[in-house]
């Protein structure tokens, strides 16, 4: 404890006595374990023994050299969205970027911005469609960090036709090592965060991959970031009421709802869609899904399915449906848009669904927002599984494979996703396939030993499959299929130890410092555990480990001021 | 086997470049992966080639003797797919070789600015070469999808999707496309190889993205006595996605780009306005003529608020057929045109502040008087117009060594002068090499430490970079 309360006077030294905490009050907001992104454990998992708020690189670098100099387990949050993002060993420090959250600077002419790591994406966005600009925003919606999803998660949001993606958004980077060192990657200088290649090695490449090391590397505290075209005006103007929010359409923009019968199909028109470049944003989601988003709350949906009112484009037939939003710089571009999307849609098989006026506007405004997290999440606990980024030839496939997973675990009563799967798609960058199946289960015991077991299984079946690599596996679970993958497991272990020897920095979404027995062993448990008899263990596992969410304590360790 | 070191020399060779202890010509990975360990073994250095013929720009060899591991003659193409445009190549495929194998089916190459004809393909991309087509650019590892490369470690590696289980064919026959770069998981290999020069590892094969060609193509020159009326027409249409091929260059440096059998450089210099946009429409197969047509005009109307009128062709050139030329590899190296020799430098900005650089470096080239020397400046947009490559070349009469001196002396200068007021050195070849370095000192450990742990006897292409 000693050490703690030592730790805690050089921390306050640091950053003021305000911004170094150990109450009970503050810590447990950093260990509160549920809602989206909760992992196996009890409901407040890790107390952290202190949390600190720097407000700038060079306080984060010697908060960081305090926690090596004290040997303390230390990892950074900044919007923190989810249970995942918060503190994760016991006895672990916090270091909570909410305090750096500026918006640097907005630079029009090069289409980017500089930004610390509690600017969210909904102020960017706000901020840069005064300049005709917007930012890409992650599935997560409006509240996350761009810093922090371009740096070290996923990055990958709605808008990817026209906005990429977070991983390949982010320009130069600053980094404050697992050992407190503070490194410019990319182009040097105050004013030039203009790239992040160079010299020499594109040396991002060992911080942050296809994900991102999830703060198991450091710390990252500014970024050069790119932003995107906008033609709908300087303000985000509002239809309907709250939660129904819409936006009225600008007249550069038109929407649609071409719907085909098979995934075939939809595939062939959006390879043509692609190579026309036509499109702002395009969102494939279940239709129980768009029927959350069109519903005022949990009553309102339940009556529609009653009452069976729900509108055409909720409704499960037509669920090989694009919501289509196009923006053109001129007239005579929107009109080129209008006319080669109509074409394609109708050259595939497809037709275009009729969407009242309202619903378009709600719809519209999600994909420009990407709010949808507290619409789609409200009636079950959520997981997500097939992470598939490769050729749009996939997507069939793709399909297929979480229809089977839904059916199996719908058979043994313990999914409640609505409809035949839960994909989510768009293409990436006008070109590449994103998708992710949704899965929803009852918020118990069960149901939640359901999802963890199908995401298991999802992982399992794209590498049987071929579908690309598993963009969703951190921690523990890369050690068990990333011997697959090259056994990029033993590059990520390396580049840890060589970075991070004193493991300072919290691993626990990255790779373990150490590999486990039932990792070294994996390759004989999947032969036995993808069986009828495996499934079996498998689920049995899955339920003790949600057994361990439901029902486990974890105690607080006491004693710091 | 014994080699000379000619075929393998670089423009500007130090005097100092090491013969090859042996030269390797291997056919696969399995060769490589064996020559590698083989070296690993006997602490052997190992300097690797793509391209073939005589090399443009850096010295390429080491002053340590070593073995040559030459990959041009790894020439296969295993897949292309026109639905995804896309190709996967081993690295002697240069651009002529893959544009003909590409043609059928409807794609071709996204091109540096006039590759030379033996030049590899995805030693262009590694090497972060520009490429013309801003709008397609949305990442420095683009126009790179998944790769196979073998470590200094002799250890064989897939890259981003291709790292999936199973073999290349039953990826393919699955649907997989290699359209991932990044990763797997939580490490981008392929942009860490980027840019190391071959200090890391061997890539035995890549996907590359392609363009498809165009169904209709037309490609207008934009011309002023000022560059910053250009740079605001560049950026709207990068802001708008417009062009394809798109590019700035001084009068100099674009009548060099021009000129043919037909007509000299210097008439045409001379008749060129200062500076000169070039910039290509490419319509796909959706409503082509609709879509040159909008775009055709939304150019103009940019154009016309700088006072600025496309035109299609100037002093006799016609735009198209440069836009053919720059499809094309030539042996002729359109710099050394009438017998003049020329040093190059070049680095990252924005474009904005371009003029500020481009200002500097005529100061500094017109105060050397004594030593009269052409310049020429190649500006080309980057990823979708958030930076730019800015290019000067300092051309000089090819008989003249005391000048040849002045003129690499000059761009040595003018490379510490450039890095100092920001330029990103991002390739940093030699002489550079020691200057980049010093203006991210912070990161040299953490490359050495990535060295290290790639190619942990130091075998790979010894003495580049800061290794």
Redesign the interface.
Known sequence: MSTINEALGAFRAIVGQEFARADVATLSNYCWNGGVGAVPGPKFKAWPAAVVMPQSTEEVAAVVKACVRFGLNYRAVSTGNGAMYVNQKPGGIVIDLARMNRIVKI?P????AVIEPYATAGRLQAAAMRH?LTCHIIGAGPGHSPLASATSMLGIGITGAST?QN??NL?ALEWV?PEG?????????A??W?????????????V??????HGALGVFTRIGY?LY?WTGGPKLQKTGVFPQTGWPIGENFRFYAPVWDTAEQQAAAT??LN???VCFAMLRMPPAHVALSLSRDTIDHAQAHRTGTLPEIACGETRFCWQILTMG??T??V??QE??VR??VSATGGRFLEVAPEHAEILARGLVTSQYVARVSRIAVAATSYGV??????WP?AVRAAETLVAASRKAGEACTEGTEGHWAWPT?S??LWTESVLSSSPDEKGYAATLSAFIRSIHE????????AAF?AGPV?DLF?Q??????S??R??KV??DPGNHADDTF??PSKQSIVSKLWPVISKILFTRFGEKLLAGAMRGAAKATFQGKSARPGGAP | MAAPIAAYAGAHATGSEAEPLAVHKPQDVEQIQALIKRCRAAKTPITTFSSSGPGRRRGATSSRKSVFLDLSAMKRVFHI?A??AVAVIEPGVTFAELDAALAPHGLRTFKPLAPRPGKSVIASYLE?EPILNVKEQ????DPLGAAEVVFGTG???????A????TMD??WR????Y??A????????????????G??GVVTWAAV?CE?RPTIEKSYFIGAEEIEPLIQIC?EL????LGGAMFIMDRSEMALLMVDAANSYQDVADQLPAWVLFVSLAA????PQ??I??EA??LA?IAAKQDLMPVTSLRGVAADDVRTRLETSSSHDHRAAAGRAYRELFF?????RAPGFIARVKARVQSGASTPMRLGVYLQPR?????CHLEFTLGYGAAAPRVAQMAALTATALAEECAKA?G?????YAPWTKM??E??Q??VP??R??K??FDPDGILNPGR??F
């Open positions: 630079d002419l090069n289409q980017m005709g990429g991983a390949r320009l090592t060192e503070i490194v410019r990657i990319g182009s040097d200088g004013d030039n203009f790239s992040e290649e160079g010299p020499g090695i594109g040396f991002r490449g060992m942050r991959g296809y994900v991102g090391a790119k075209p390879f043509r190579q026309a470049g710089h001129s005579a571009q009109a080129f006319k080669t074409h394609i980024a490769e050729s749009w030839n996939l496939e960058e070109r590449q794209m590498q049987k499959n071929k579908m690309g690599v596996i890369v990333g697959r993958y090259s056994r990029a497991n590059w990520m390396r580049i060589r970075f990255y790779i | 797919d639905q995804d972060r949305w990442d420095v590892l250890e064989t590696f897939h890259t981003g999707s790292a999936a289980p199973g039953e990826h699955a649907g997989m496309r359209l991932t990044m990763g797997p998981v939580g490490t981008d290999f392929m942009r860490v190889l980027q840019g190391a020069q200090t890391l993205f498809r950026s990068n802001y708008r996605r796909a197969a959706e409503f609709d879509q047509s909008y005009a939304d109307a990252l900005t924005q474009i904005d990823l979708q117009g958030r930076n920001g990103l050195f991002s390739r940093p980049a370095f203006n991210h912070a990161l953490f490359l430490h990535t290290q742990m970079l800061c």
